[in-house]
């Protein structure tokens, strides 16, 4: 191969509420607020390849990863699209907790809902793990996993 990926540099996540979504991730899942930017004009356009693309972006960092918040303020045409898990397109981040419910009662406050409920894998290499989907007001998905020795 002619090349080597080095390392994963982030995940990105547009949102409909830059500041609604920080809040989660920086006060419930405890990422730390790396840096903030304002991307506008030709060099927001050429990256994304969205022509009058403005963009707010909120950059956090923590367990190993960082997660890039943005919210789109132009082009005036953006949708807001509900993909579901299933959808071609769907994207997810998976978190392993030492308490699952602890998690799910934490992010209901903020409006999260889970997709189902709680099911242990039977198996693969994750057998025994506790797993979850949850969304978010803008139908984002995580999961959230929990090894078998965590928690009783």
């Known amino acids: 191969m002619p090349f080597h990926?080095?390392?994963?540099?982030?995940t990105g996540i547009t949102v409909s509420n830059l500041e609604r979504s920080l809040a989660f991730w920086r006060d419930v899942l405890g990422f730390e607020l790396s840096h903030r930017a304002h991307h506008?004009?030709?060099?927001?356009?050429?990256?994304?390849?969205?022509?009058?693309?403005?963009?707010?972006?909120?950059?956090?960092?923590?367990y190993g990863h960082k997660i890039e918040l943005l919210e789109y303020l132009a082009p005036n045409d953006r949708k807001q699209i509900d993909v579901r898990p299933c959808d071609v397109g769907s994207v997810h981040v998976a978190f392993m907790v030492d308490n699952l419910e602890a998690i799910l009662n934490a992010i209901a406050a903020f409006g999260w809902r889970t997709a189902?409920?709680?099911?242990?894998?039977?198996?693969?290499p994750n057998a025994g793990k506790r797993v979850?989907?949850?969304?978010?007001?803008?139908?984002i998905t995580l999961e959230f996993m929990r090894r078998p020795d965590s928690e009783k």
């Open 116 to 124: 189902g409920k709680p099911q242990t894998l039977r198996s693969g």
């Open 5 to 10: 990926i080095i390392a994963t540099d982030h």
């Open 40 to 62: 506008t004009g030709e060099l927001a356009s050429e990256v994304t390849g969205v022509p009058g693309a403005e963009i707010f972006i909120a950059v956090l960092k923590g």
């Open 132 to 139: 979850i989907y949850v969304r978010d007001p803008d139908g």
